[in-house]
Nanobody
């Protein structure tokens, strides 16, 4: 199983930026897709972004398109989420995930292999 650790969360004002990172360990990530989810108290867990192993297939939830950018560095077993133009509704705990099937990340969240512990992002107005 893959162990995932997120970092980079924090408190930022509306319009600001944050860069989240996810570092993976435990086994090779060869062919693993990765992604980000977020959750706010009282709301359903929400898919945010996904990226396949090669980085040539990327998907975002509509609400973050044009503002967030997902990337990965396979040599370093890391993934990033650059978040710009942050809004109060972006507030939540952000979770890194890894899974063997890219499309499952945004269609079958319950089947995802590995989840991180989460990092808090708070956008103040």
């Amino acid at each position: 199983q893959v162990q995932l650790v997120e970092s980079g969360g924090g408190l930022v004002q509306v319009g600001g930026s944050l860069r989240l990172s996810c570092t993976a360990s435990g086994r090779t990530l060869s062919d693993y897709a990765m992604g980000w989810f977020r959750q706010t108290p009282g709301k359903e867990r929400e898919f945010v972004a996904a990226i396949n192993w090669y980085g040539d297939r990327i998907r975002y939830v509509d609400s973050v398109k044009g503002r967030f950018a997902i990337s990965r560095d396979n040599a370093k077993n890391t993934m990033h989420l650059q978040m710009n133009s942050l809004r109060p509704e972006d507030t939540g705990v952000y979770y890194c995930v890894a899974h063997t099937a890219y499309s499952d990340i945004y269609t079958r969240a319950a089947d995802i292999d590995s989840w991180g512990q989460g990092t808090q992002v708070t956008v103040s107005s």
